[in-house]
């Protein structure tokens, strides 16, 4: 083929490609996804307010050649969302004359016509995946683009050694780490390329090279240096985004499975995800498959007989570039393949494939057009011509890739009835609908609802965007104590239907999208007073005074499904943080945890007081779980001051968190799936079966719980009354029923399996040693025994004598626990020194308020005795513990208030005189 045809079907191949790329770009792809959204702002920034970013840190890191390309065009013709879609087009379009220079390069390294390298171009004009990602304005689009210049560049090196070639090379090398996360495998695929290169020269010509490779190599790393400092300073960031294609010890399967999706993608099976794929289209399709097939096959041959080829440069260059086109594919599928946990197979995570996977397709056809073309060609009818024979096919070919392209992309992709939420239209339609009404909507206060909090997609289209108090996830809606009131619920975001009932006749609009769904909901109160509210049961839980939870509702709780309890509460006076988030733990009558849940999508730096706050928890809960009543231990709490609010009790005192109950859990639905206990044990009677346990196996001191799950079945049509009898050595730790009495197992069903934590208290007394763990079953008259296993108790240091180096005191908490003196050094604080007098079944907090000689506070430490590591309920009678309180204070004269309360309810234990606490003086040298 001639220079000028090969010139002119490159041009039409690219006018063709832009064709695809730009046509109704304004409108297609529907709406505005969140992360093109955030580009478009971020672009912005970058041109208009002087941002100069080397690497975006939010959104979990993103490079930004992209965002700078973005944001000249915004400098020229003004930010738009079919402006940002132009820059990512514009990279499309250059990806494929790149890739053609790349191919070329790679061609006459190799032997190949240059022809082949027009034809890489078309495969990757007419590639669907690299229309989807030229239209939508992300980053990633950027990375064929630098990576073929990078390739074409270093082929000209390698073939002709020229300093410039090896500076281009070497500069969009170190570029390609500004484009995309997959860039970073391209030093790896170009040090394989030139290990071959510069093992395949004769030793004589091996000094040659040197200099240029010291070239390549200080070009990279001189475009890479700004991200690479950005990244030594901050290495959390480097690892951010690579964490999500990880792989963890006993992922083996996984990774297995991972693996034969991502090389299946190519030709087999694709992207499941309709946002970025048809769904299971794969990256080839079938003709352009079949042809990839014959061109890796012709490679293959070709390098096995290169060995025969004399030595040389030209030689050293044919391996290099062979081993980097065989080696490319297999390495940019392993982004997709390593990431267990995600959507698998991603073309997002595999678009690093391009641009050099198109020549293998390229070859193929190729080979095909050369067969065609030979005048004696076996089976070929004699006309037409050969030459028109191999016209007429390179014209269907141009054809068929075009064809199907379009109508992958626009009739078939653009389509799919997932487009418009995939996309976030419905956010789209809203904010076009609140930039519409803004007038009517008066001095009302906006609630938008969105799958996440400030979305950029309505972030960069709103107008008024600063007014909009956002509901996230459609867990969450906040109510204002008064005033006027606009709910905009977008379809992908509608909170609960039971949260909106009674709320008809304030639908101001609903339209709808092409499928004929209300695209978002509208709702407008003249006055919130008049919002109806769900029903909810009556709770009280005062946290700080900032919120107080005042009903709950629970949804139909079973165990083995989902539990759903939603929280009513009223915002009480400003956050003192901006993070707070709902958290509760569910509990059983015995205080055993089974779960927690939160819920953190109301920030609480929108929360005003007298908004009201609807929060949904949901736990999925195991099928074992027993039926009957729960309580849901209750807090508030910050992440970022890692601090939570203190629940005030009806005394007006603290404590660390509020309990509402009860919720309802009825028994799971039968077949069961039989759990997997740690350990396995055996005893059957009464219709009951033991069919494992769990058992800690560390350390116990006397006086600590055994934590000690029972895995029971019930494997008769009758049970009988089964009780139990749990020994340690011969000491009685629990004798009882199962599940503490709460479910008798009269009452169970044949094939029911339940979970039965116990914790059961040690002995104060328990020697030291190992002691076997036996569990007695009774019913009917049997009698079995089941060897648990052993349990190890630590020995316990006790003190029984009086301190002798503290001052004196005499403060009788309660009935068990005696303030016997204290003392005080500077190095270490206030040392308390406390004897039990009796047994006690709490564990108590020490507090120590120390005042000023004017009353006024001085500091404050509460904490459980030693730091927590001897709680009261271990102490036995007549003990003395030693109890430091570190305390930073001046020189001068102190008064301290020391007393103790239980820290879940923030009850004080009361002096024989009514009062909670003892206070003494003393001085701090």
Avoid at 411 to 430: E, I, K, R, T
Avoid at 587 to 596: F, H, I, T
Wanted: aromatic share 10%; hydrophobic share 55%; net charge positive.
């Amino acid at each position: 083929m001639s220079k000028a045809a090969r010139t002119w079907l490159l041009a039409a191949i690219l006018l063709g490609a832009a064709w695809l790329r730009v046509w109704r770009l304004a409108v297609v792809p529907a709406g505005l996804h969140y992360d093109i959204a955030s580009n478009a702002i971020l672009a912005g920034q970058i041109a208009f307010d002087g941002y100069r970013p080397v690497f975006i840190d939010a959104y979990s890191g993103r490079e930004v050649l992209f965002l700078y390309s973005a944001a000249l065009l915004f400098r020229l013709v003004g930010s738009s969302i079919f402006v940002l879609r132009l820059a990512g087009a514009f990279w499309g379009v250059a990806g494929i004359a790149a890739g053609y220079f790349a191919a070329r390069q790679l061609a006459r390294a190799a032997g190949y016509a240059r022809a082949s390298a027009v034809l890489a171009s078309l495969f990757l004009a007419g590639c669907f995946m690299h229309v989807v990602f030229s239209r939508f304005g992300l980053r990633v689009i950027t990375l064929p683009t630098v990576q073929a210049l990078a390739i074409g560049w270093l082929g000209c090196a390698l073939q002709r050694s020229h300093w410039r070639a090896w500076l281009l090379a070497g500069l969009f090398t170190g570029l390609t780490a500004h484009t995309y996360l997959a860039g970073r495998f391209l030093p790896v695929l170009l040090a394989l390329a030139l290990g071959v290169f510069v093992i395949a020269l004769p030793r004589v010509q091996r000094r040659e090279v040197l200099g240029p490779l010291a070239l390549f190599a200080f070009a990279a790393a001189a475009v890479f240096a700004p991200l690479g400092l950005h990244f030594w300073q901050q290495p959390a960031l480097f690892w951010e985004r690579a964490a999500q294609v990880g792989v963890r010890a006993g992922e083996g399967a996984l990774l297995a499975r991972n693996t034969l999706a991502a090389a299946g993608m190519v030709l087999l099976e694709g992207e499941p995800y309709s946002r970025y794929n048809i769904p299971g289209q794969p990256v080839l399709g079938a003709l352009a498959g079949l042809l990839a097939v014959g061109g890796l096959a012709h490679t293959l041959l070709r390098v096995a007989h290169w060995h025969a080829s004399p030595a040389g440069r030209a030689r050293a260059a044919a391996l290099a570039s062979e081993a980097l086109l065989l080696a490319w594919v297999p390495i940019y599928l392993l982004p997709t393949a390593l990431a267990v946990h995600e959507i698998t197979p991603s073309n997002t995570r595999a678009f690093g494939v391009l641009p050099l996977l198109m020549v293998f397709p390229a070859r193929g056809a190729w080979l095909l057009l050369q067969w065609l073309r030979q005048p004696d060609a076996r089976g070929l009818p004699a006309w037409p011509a050969p030459r028109l024979r191999w016209l007429g096919a390179a014209a269907l070919l141009f054809a068929l890739v075009f064809a199907q392209a379009a109508r992958d992309y626009f009739y078939v992709w653009q389509a799919l009835p997932a487009q418009q939420l995939d996309n976030d239209g419905d956010l789209v339609a809203a904010a076009r609908y609140l930039n519409a009404n803004a007038a009517g909507a008066g001095n009302a206060r906006v609630f938008m609802s969105a799958l996440h909090f400030r979305h950029p997609t309505v972030a960069y289209l709103a107008q008024d965007y600063a007014r909009i108090r956002w509901l996230t996830g459609a867990r969450s809606l906040a109510i204002p104590g008064s005033g006027a009131a606009v709910f905009i619920f977008p379809q992908s975001a509608e909170p609960p239907a039971e949260w909106l009932a009674g709320w008809a006749g304030a639908l101001r609009a609903a339209p709808l999208d092409a499928l004929g769904h209300a695209d978002f909901r509208v709702y407008q109160f003249a006055d919130a007073a008049q919002v109806p509210l769900p029903a909810a049961l009556p709770a009280a839980a005062n946290f700080g005074n900032i919120a107080a939870i005042t009903g709950y509702s629970v949804g139909n709780a079973r165990a083995g499904e989902a539990l759903r309890v939603d929280l009513r509460l009223l915002v009480q006076n400003p956050p003192l943080q901006p993070d707070y988030r709902v958290v509760a733990d569910l509990l059983d009558a015995r205080g055993n945890y089974w779960g927690q849940a939160f819920n953190d999508a109301d920030p609480a730096v929108q929360w005003q007081p007298g908004d009201t706050l609807l929060t949904r928890l949901q736990w999925q809960l195991p099928a074992s779980l027993p039926p009957g009543a729960y309580t849901l231990r209750t807090t508030i709490y910050s992440p970022l001051a890692q601090q939570q609010l203190p629940a005030i009790n009806a005394d007006g005192m603290s404590a660390a968190a509020a309990f509402i109950g009860p919720v309802l859990v009825a028994r799971a639905a039968l077949p069961q799936l039989l759990p997997q206990p740690a350990q396995t044990a055996s005893a059957q009677a009464g219709g009951v079966r033991l069919l494992g346990i769990d058992l800690a196996s560390t350390p116990l001191r006397p006086g600590e719980a055994l934590p000690l799950t029972l895995y029971w079945q019930a494997v008769a049509a009758q049970h009988s009354g089964l009780q139990l009898q749990l020994l340690l050595g011969a000491v009685e730790l629990y004798s009882g029923g199962p599940l503490a009495g709460s479910y008798p197992s009269a009452a169970w069903q044949t094939g029911e399996v339940l979970m039965d934590k116990m914790l059961p208290r040690l002995p104060r007394t328990v020697p030291a040693g190992t002691h076997a763990l036996r569990l007695r079953l009774v019913a009917g008259g049997q009698q079995v025994e089941a060897e648990l296993g052993s349990v190890q108790v630590a020995e316990v240091a006790r003190e029984f004598s009086a301190p002798r180096n503290a001052l004196p005191l005499d403060a009788t908490f309660g009935s068990g626990l005696r303030l016997a003196g204290y003392a005080f050094d500077a190095a270490r604080g206030l040392t308390l020194h406390w004897q039990a007098l009796a047994p006690v079944d709490v564990d108590y907090t020490v507090f120590v308020h120390v005042m000023n000689a004017d009353g006024s506070a001085a500091a404050q430490h509460d904490g459980m005795p030693q730091a927590a590591a001897y709680p009261t309920r271990l102490w036995v009678a007549g003990e003395y513990v030693a109890d430091m309180h570190p305390l930073q204070l001046p020189t001068g004269s102190y008064r301290a208030a020391v007393g103790l309360y239980a820290a879940e309810t923030g009850t004080r234990l009361q002096l024989a005189d009514g009062s909670d606490s003892v206070q003494f003086v003393f001085a701090v040298p």
